[in-house]
């Protein structure tokens, strides 16, 4: 049977962005011809604030007709705060992705992997492994409101949170199907309907809708201030865990500091409808601090390659791919591993250690 090749988008962005992409587009060209699985690359050097400074804009003003025929895009970082403000190189790129592309979905894992210190005493790998998806267009970050009264005792900003039936609903549904997919089945819900007495129980009410059309899902709901200390204290209980925009957000950082060095993170932005391509990227960012010196953890560029096959339904190639990871980081061998986790090893010899394990459990 041939396939059609996935078409996958290169943006490297800026900083350590730049660095640590050829490490995941190696590493996924290595497992495609493992698996014979059709890949193919291009590369784009915009959304990045050498762009910016060459061209005056983030990106070109046709980016969108440039993207949409690709299934995916698989991003860097973006941020030079030195030579343009972050919001400007933010909402110039990939907040434009997120929001033209209907990327209504974003996920994480929270795995605690091998020869990673976890902050949380006591935990081993195994305690921690589940996902967080969050509401990635709509509610609390809406920008309907504003000030009134304002230099007077009265003044008063108002801003409002905004959830659509439609809105909530789609990213339930991708929460419950996750769910649904993995052996234990669980699904916890993020909500505050002690305090937030409308929207939050509208939240609840639709999250009581779904879960009839998922029956074998075990369903629980927990305000989203012990939800954090379970997080700490608990973290194996969850499996699957959906929130709002503000709530998603939140325990999505909570998540990659609970499991160590937010070097390995990795990140979905995901249409699911595959109407728009779906973006996938590492957690952190452009790491000014660090950029041109070699010494960036390349693993959650590769982890979010990882991510980007698994959701293309390559599953042996992504579950390879995994495994690679799980070995180089359970070695964490002093000459390998980057400082940030306690090595003194290069991105090279980081991204190429993977590489080469994935090549060899092949
Ligand atoms: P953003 O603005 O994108 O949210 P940020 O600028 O707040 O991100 P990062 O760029 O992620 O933060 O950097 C935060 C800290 O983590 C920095 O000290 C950076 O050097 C470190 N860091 C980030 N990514 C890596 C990595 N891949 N390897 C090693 N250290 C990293
Ligand atoms: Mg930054």
């Known amino acids: 049977m041939t396939r059609a090749p996935l078409k996958i988008a290169v943006v490297p962005g800026d900083g350590i962005g730049v660095e640590v992409m050829p490490y ?7 497992v495609a011809s493992i698996f014979d699985i059709p890949l193919q690359f291009e590369s784009f050097d915009f959304a ?33 705060p030195d030579i343009v403000p ?36 006591g935990r081993k790998p195994g305690d921690i ?3 967080i998806v969050r509401e990635n267009t709509e509610g609390e970050y809406s920008s309907i409101g504003g000030k009134i ?10 801003q409002e949170t905004v959830m659509t039936r439609v809105g909530v609903d789609r990213v339930l549904r991708y929460a419950f199907e996750l769910a649904q997919s993995r052996p234990r089945k669980r699904l916890t819900s993020a909500t505050k309907s002690n305090g937030i007495s409308i929207t939050m129980p509208y939240w609840d009410t639709r999250v ?22 379970h997080f700490v204290q608990k973290p194996n209980m969850f499996d699957v865990i959906v929130g709002s925009n503000l709530f998603g957000d939140i325990l999505s950082d909570l998540g990659p500091a609970c ?42 560029m590769i982890w979010a390659g990882q991510m980007m096959l698994e959701h293309f339904g390559y599953k042996d190639a992504a579950a390879v791919m995994l495994k690679a990871i799980e070995n180089v980081l359970a070695r ?31």
């Not at 995941?24 to 290595?30: F, N, Y």
């Not at 304002?150 to 008063?156: L, M």
């Not at 990140?267 to 950029?291: M, Q, R, T, Y």
Request: with cysteine.
């Open 208 to 229: 009581v809708e779904m879960a009839k059309n998922y029956p074998d899902v075990a369903l629980d709901k927990y305000h989203i201030d012990i939800l954090t200390a």
């Open 149 to 158: 009264f304002e230099g007077t005792d009265r003044e008063t900003v108002i």
């Open 48 to 80: 990045s604030c050498d762009y910016y400074q060459k061209h005056g804009a983030m990106m070109p003003d046709d980016w969108k007709k440039t993207l949409l025929p690709f299934d995916a895009i698989y991003f860097g970082a973006v941020g030079m």
């Open 332 to 362: 964490s061998e002093p000459d390998v591993v980057t400082r940030d986790m306690g090595g003194n090893g290069t991105t090279k010899s980081f991204g190429e250690a993977v590489a080469g394990e994935i090549a060899s459990l092949g």
């Open 129 to 131: 492994d589940f996902w």
């Open 24 to 30: 995941g587009v190696q590493c996924l060209k290595t």
């Open 259 to 300: 499991t160590g060095t937010i070097g390995i993170a990795p990140s979905g932005n995901i249409n699911p409808d595959g109407k728009f391509p779906s973006l996938f990227e590492p957690v952190h960012g452009s790491a000014p601090d660090i950029a041109g010196k070699g010494l960036a953890n390349p693993v959650g």
């Open 86 to 121: 972050d919001d400007v190189s933010l909402w110039g790129s990939l907040l434009k992705f997120r929001r033209e592309f209907d990327q209504y979905i974003n996920l994480r894992p929270c795995r605690l992997m091998p020869g990673v210190r976890c902050p949380l005493a």
